[in-house]
């Protein structure tokens, strides 16, 4: 079965220092998104991504943040300078253009900002 | 303002019994709702969803219910196994074609006593 994959599974950097999470989506879908999850609380939407540009970003995605589809698979999220509060599980995810659209989710990739 | 919430945090159920979680949520607009099912480690996993133009939806050992008059949806699991423990999300899609636009609710944690 098809599935989101995101390396790294766990990073820990030190504040201030740039990240770069990285997703590929499954390969026949053409939106994708980050999700952010702090530790024992809900599932936050970040940004969302179609046709190579931003379709919608909440509030918590500020300048701080950025994502890229720097090829025909990859999907990144680069946090510029982290902060103790971004210390969270990021998901990446994905859903097809047609159809009842599921969004399908990775695994995760857990941040640790020291 | 639009809120999707749960009213019980955690649930404890013996194994074999059934399971029910439960959810309210604000915008009377609102017309399409998700359960996802989140394991430790592990990102959401769609389970099941129904529109507001039903109130009942089956799926295998699931079944969603809504009650738009008092805004409340509930996730029933038949025969709960251990292998349903887990934190369990309604959410809210109001995304429209392959757009997805989902807004989680604060999770309930089911424990699955053996």
């Known amino acids: 079965e098809p599935e989101v994959t995101q390396t790294p599974s766990h990073q820990v950097t030190q504040m201030g220092q740039e990240v770069i999470l990285r997703c590929v989506p499954i390969?026949?879908?053409?939106?994708f998104y980050w999700y952010r999850q702090i530790l024992g609380q809900k599932v936050e939407f970040l940004v969302s991504f179609y046709n190579n540009e931003i379709s919608e970003k909440s509030e918590i995605f500020d300048d701080q943040f950025s994502v890229e589809r720097p090829d025909g698979s990859n999907f990144t999220l680069k946090i510029r300078s982290t902060k103790l509060e971004d210390s969270a599980m990021y998901f990446c995810a994905s859903s097809e253009v047609v159809g009842a659209g599921e969004l399908f989710f990775g695994e995760g990739s857990r941040l640790t900002v020291l | 303002g639009e809120n999707v919430g749960l009213h019980l945090p955690t649930l404890s159920v013996q194994e074999g019994d059934n399971s029910i979680i439960n959810c309210a949520y604000s915008n009377s607009a609102s017309d399409y709702f998700i359960w996802y099912k989140q394991e430790s480690g592990k990102g959401p996993q769609f389970i099941i969803d129904?529109?507001?133009?039903?109130d009942k939806r089956q799926g295998q050992r699931v079944t969603v219910l809504l009650n738009k008059t008092v805004k409340h949806l509930s996730l029933q699991i038949a025969a709960t196994q251990p292998g349903d423990s887990a934190v369990y999300f309604c959410?809210?899609?109001?995304?429209?074609?392959?757009?997805?636009?989902?807004?989680f609710g604060i999770g309930t944690k089911l424990q699955v006593i053996p």
């Open positions: 390969s026949n879908h053409l939106y």
């Open positions: 959410a809210e899609n109001t995304g429209s074609g392959g757009y997805q636009k989902v807004t």
């Open positions: 129904i529109r507001s133009n039903m």
